[in-house]
């Protein structure tokens, strides 16, 4: 690909950006690609099982570290990473600068979108390592790591270049003094604010990764990226491949370094801590994530975790809306930050198309669509995946304990990999009193559903678990024009999106690049959200100099 | 003004603020005013002296409070405000909000272009206001708390209005999904923070208040307004024209309140923490600017201590730079965050285009300028004006004991007011080495000339000073065109912007609107510069609604 056609992308995708229309620039479909490249991918895939993966990395590292398990096949991958002293990452950072933030905006974003470009001919690879790290399904770890991601990266690279060029470079300013005019020259730069962290989960290991690593690149800044280390593969894979553009375009590949760890042996402290970290990105739990929002100095942009809330007001067709919350909450087994979590329903019932629906027989209804799909053979497993953690199983197991079990988990047998790590969603019944059952973070395949006094009270206690706990989303059925107006104007006073009346292949868990914003960063479920402005613009400082 | 020529002025000053041109929306020579307007402001001021000054607000307040002392006439004002509980103020911002957060964009910027208007019917009793509050001389205080001030609050009503403007509001997204097509509609919103505290500073109380209260009106928020209580009276002017300006609009006046209080009893902390102000934005000192700042779940907006240095290399015309660092320095007795504090000197003296001047030859050459400017009857007692704070007379009295005195303060007499608290700058001379003399921040009319080894030290310790300590300018004088280059780049690294070879009427002090960032936002001066689009993008949240 060409730098001029690298070019003509960015400034499509700004054009896109503007309207905030749908945009892809890669294929999400697996059919666009070779007949071969799925099969190609599983054995380079398969080839890096219990080797070394260096990222043509210089040497000194102190280690070689790794510690990813498959979700699916409940054996550790045995693939090592180099790890390397802190302040070694920080000296190679630092020195890899010194050219970098000298290049012009075009440069970043063509050698940026050469790096897209590269990673966009490993999707297949990145597929496998991400289904095999995070236990999604392979449909979803192909899109979300491969096109999704390499969306959301382009959408940042768009945006940047728009702030980049926002203010002219050079100005002759003219003042009348009256008996004569005072002129200065001026000049104006954005200069990088220094060296960016971005912190990775396990669950999205490129999707939440690639925007604060572009931004942070686009902003003229280097970046260490430190993954989780469950979660190492995929994003090393496109580590890798932003070294080889930047190699290609003679920059330093020490711009990107990977920064690998252990669970019990964890880095991201220190590397947090470290006086020359300016820029720290992260995805995670709420008290990590508290904990870096509070460390003085550094500017941080955070996904952290929430409550999301479903509204069941009154409904068109009961079926169609019980078959979208299923998949839902199916999808990816609730690993989802975007996943529905808790369902308010009034403890007399719901108004639909055909009649009243019983808070029982909504309960019931939700029950048997979960049910439905997670026995549909062609369907279950590959909606539900594996799950990633043992402690998400755990915290599921122990909700139970505290509440009417109305659904448990299923028996689920993954059809290609016996020893999957499965568990389909435990539907709970709760009275929305027992604030302490749905009043705080169920992450993974668990749903709650509260009863309330009536949809004023669902939309108030939506509301309130948003405010105090952080919202992603909210899903919102009604058929009443008033209570769908009110219902946007509180929750988005709590800065929380509400999606109304979703079914068929609308799902509230999919936050598009280019359309929607992921996390407002207006209450505790983050700080920052992908795309806005401020995501970009807050990596580097605008200077003006003048000269008489 | 007619709401259509308010919106075309918006319109205008995007474009200008996009070219970064000088642009002024009102006259700043006041002979463009009628002829007896200063006499008529003269009289207005006058009358309001020992009254109470209400700001049409509504009753219940708790106390009447002002302790105003004019530094020209070294006595008390008598003016007193009305103060409220904190509650009380909390409560009637959110009562205000409420509709205001449903206005338009081109609503807000037409209502408050006309705030502007009607506030520029009082420039000249402001300008009396903030003379005999801040010490400002008249010529001063009529440009920086009228026209400048005016044109910075047009700067963020024009910014404001281009990012509030940045996304479609409705979209209709459609993604092909093979057999069908997928299609979701979509709005957009930009959704307030919340309430707004803008905390101002007793030298700039109009200045540096406007820009965080009209960004945060424009960003949909409620404002209170808490000015330092020794100069409460001009941002209180100011505020009443708001207020004017919102009632004859049919909106509530309390969108934007005044928390008057007092040095004994400061209301600041409690304002800050409650839980309801989301916005801060501070002009002061550091440590308290520390506090805002780490304040959890506020987003800040700073402007605190920093410690400016002059370069002096080589120079064309030693007695034209002489010149422009006495006028500098002279400027409101160095009482200005842009005004030069450091000027580094090598041992070994500077080349100019009439020969080579030793290091003593330089002091003697400040120090002659200075005294120069400061004995000319027709020009001394203008540009210093008068010392807001004793406790800046003695910060400088005390820095005196610990260094040689080069020039001492000099007695000026100013010919109209003759208790006039005056202190022409002291200047001292110092070792590179004494960091304890130089590396601190002495606000006021001191001047440290400090000795360095070479220039490249002068420049390495510039910088040194402004990531330390901040800086909010720097000031350069070269011939050499690579050490210019090695300036720029190092202190722009310092996140400082550089002023090459001011001579004649270019200062180093002046911030224009429209043209210079003030405060870039990258050293500890603060986290926030008049006016980048993060500025105003940080006081609202956009969030996506999704109908399917």
Not at 125 to 143: C, R
Not at 151 to 157: K, L
Not at 281 to 286: A, V
Not at 450 to 465: D, G, I, N, W, Y
Request: with cysteine; charged share 20%; hydrophobic share 40%.
């Amino acid at each position: 690909m060409t730098s001029q056609s690298q070019n003509n992308m960015i400034q499509e995708a700004i054009r896109a950006q503007k309207t905030r229309e749908f945009f892809a620039a890669y294929p999400e479909n697996p059919k666009a690609y070779a007949e071969d490249a799925n099969q190609k991918g599983l054995e380079v895939f398969q080839k890096q099982l219990n080797q070394n993966f260096s990222l043509g990395a210089p040497e000194n590292h102190s280690h070689w570290v790794g510690e990813e398990v498959s979700p699916y096949m409940m054996v550790g991958l045995g693939i090592r990473y180099p790890q390397y002293e802190t302040q070694l990452l920080i000296d190679r950072a630092k020195n890899a600068w010194s050219a970098w933030k000298n290049t012009t905006v075009d440069e970043r974003g063509s050698i940026l979108t050469d790096a897209l470009n590269r990673v966009s001919n490993r999707f297949f690879e990145i597929a496998y390592a991400t289904m095999h790290t995070t236990g999604q399904s392979f449909v979803m770890s192909f899109q979300a790591s491969g096109p999704h991601a390499n969306d959301r990266a382009m959408e940042v690279i768009s945006l940047a270049t728009e702030e980049l060029n926002r203010f002219e470079n050079t100005v002759d300013w003219v003042k009348p003094m009256g008996k004569f005019d005072l002129k200065i020259h001026k000049t104006f730069q954005a200069i990088p604010r220094g060296i960016s962290l971005v912190i990775g989960c396990s669950t999205f290991p490129t999707w939440n990764t690639v925007p604060g690593l572009f931004a942070s690149l686009m902003g003229g800044n280097p970046v260490i990226v430190k993954p989780h280390p469950k979660s190492v593969l995929p994003i090393a894979i496109v580590i890798e491949e932003i070294r080889a553009a930047l190699k290609n375009a003679g920059q330093d590949e020490n711009l990107v370094q990977m920064a690998a760890d252990t669970i019990d042996n964890p880095l991201t402290k220190e590397l947090a801590q470290h006086k020359d970290v300016k820029l720290i990105d992260y995805t995670g739990g709420s008290a990590f994530g508290d904990y870096i929002e509070a460390l003085p100095g550094k500017i941080t942009f955070t996904e952290k975790a929430g409550v999301n809330s479903v509204i069941l007001d009154s409904v068109a067709d009961a079926q169609a809306v019980f078959g979208n919350l299923a998949f839902s909450t199916c999808l990816y087994s609730g690993q989802m930050c975007t996943a529905p979590q808790n369902i308010f329903v009034p403890s007399n019932g719901i108004k639909t198309a055909d009649g009243h629906l019983t808070f029982d027989e909504v309960v019931a209804g939700i029950c048997g669509a979960v049910k439905a799909l997670v026995e549909n053979p062609k369907m279950g497993p590959y909606t539900l995946g594996a799950v990633q953690n043992d402690l998400t199983v755990k915290r599921v197991d122990e909700a139970k304990t505290k509440t009417t079990v109305a659904l448990d988990s299923l028996t689920v047998v993954h059809p290609e990999f016996h020893d999957a790590r499965m568990k389909s969603p435990v539907v709970m019944v709760t009275d929305a009193a027992d604030t302490a059952v749905w009043m705080h973070e169920c992450f993974g395949p668990a749903l709650f559903v509260v009863k309330t006094e009536s949809s004023a009270q669902s939309l108030e206690l939506a509301a309130r678990a948003a405010t105090e706990l952080g919202a992603i989303t909210c899903l919102c059925y009604s058929t009443d024009t008033n209570f769908c107006k009110q219902t946007t104007e509180t929750m988005n006073a709590a800065f929380t999106p509400v999606s109304f009346n979703f079914t068929g292949a609308a799902f509230v868990n999919q936050h598009a690049a280019f359309s929607d914003f992921h996390v407002s960063g207006g209450n505790p479920s983050g700080n920052a959200g992908f795309t806005t402005p401020e995501y970009v613009n807050r990596r580097f400082v605008w200077v003006g100099n003048r000269y008489l």
